[in-house]
């Protein structure tokens, strides 16, 4: 049972570029959600999906779109990087009917020259 | 809406004092907490919840954490702080709108540093 399994670990990205952040579980958990940190700002909630074939904004979604390809994977894609896109950004889930409990993986770390 | 307060972004203890890390809520009482800590270069690991079945609970590695309604926190305590508990401290809420599918909100942060 690995948890909440994040790919890459770091990545340097150009300005402009674009990649996808892969995120997934093997919990059986129905939600699942994006988040980066940034220092002195904890954790702001980019995107989540609440169930299979569902996404929805969260605090900070300006740049990024996410996909829910199935129930167990999530990925954040960020089509043109930028520089304060730079950031540690972790992917979490949460089992039905959950009392808000989150499981989070190991994270990325990205940085946008 | 919802919001989460850590006093202290930092917060220096020596090795084998009290730590207290403090955390308020500003909403309708939630009906639940968390405490999560954070290690260098790891994700976020769950260290305690208040789910109201008592306002006192305890937590992985000695840590503790009292709910008190009349002040709206929800500070985490440890007797006696040990090297290893050198790390990031999260609280959070349930965003408000209920449970919101899962979603919490989270404190800025306090970072414990522990002095030998």
């Known amino acids: 049972n690995a948890g909440v399994t994040q790919t890459p670990k770091f990545q340097v990205l150009k300005t402009g570029q674009s990649m996808t952040l892969q995120c997934a579980q093997d919990m059986n958990h129905n939600s699942m959600y994006w988040y980066r940190q940034d220092p002195g700002m904890g954790l702001r909630l980019i995107y989540y999906?609440?169930?299979?074939?569902?996404?929805d904004k969260g605090e900070v979604p300006n740049g990024y779109n996410v996909s829910r390809l199935n129930k167990r994977e999530f990925s954040l894609r960020l089509e043109s990087a930028a520089p304060s896109q730079t950031s540690v950004y972790f992917c979490a889930s949460t089992a039905p009917g959950g009392r808000g409990e989150q499981y989070f993986g190991p994270g990325t770390r990205l940085t946008v020259t | 809406a919802q919001s989460v307060t850590q006093l202290g972004s930092h917060v220096s203890v020596s090795e084998g004092a009290l730590v207290l890390l403090r955390c308020n809520y500003s909403s309708s009482v939630p009906p639940y907490l968390f405490w999560y800590v954070q290690y260098p270069n790891q994700g976020l690991q769950l260290l305690l919840k208040?789910?109201?079945?008592?306002?006192l609970v305890k937590g992985i590695n000695g840590f503790e954490a009292e709910f008190k309604k009349s002040e709206t926190s929800f500070h985490l305590t440890k007797p006696s702080a040990h090297m290893s508990d050198a790390a990031e401290y999260f609280c959070?809420?349930?965003?408000?709108?209920?449970?919101?599918?899962?979603?919490?909100?989270f404190g800025q942060g306090t970072i414990l540093t522990v002095h030998p």
């Open positions: 999906s609440a169930s299979e074939g569902t996404t």
């Open positions: 959070a809420a349930p965003t408000a709108g209920g449970t919101s599918y899962g979603k919490l909100t």
């Open positions: 208040y789910t109201s079945a008592a306002t």
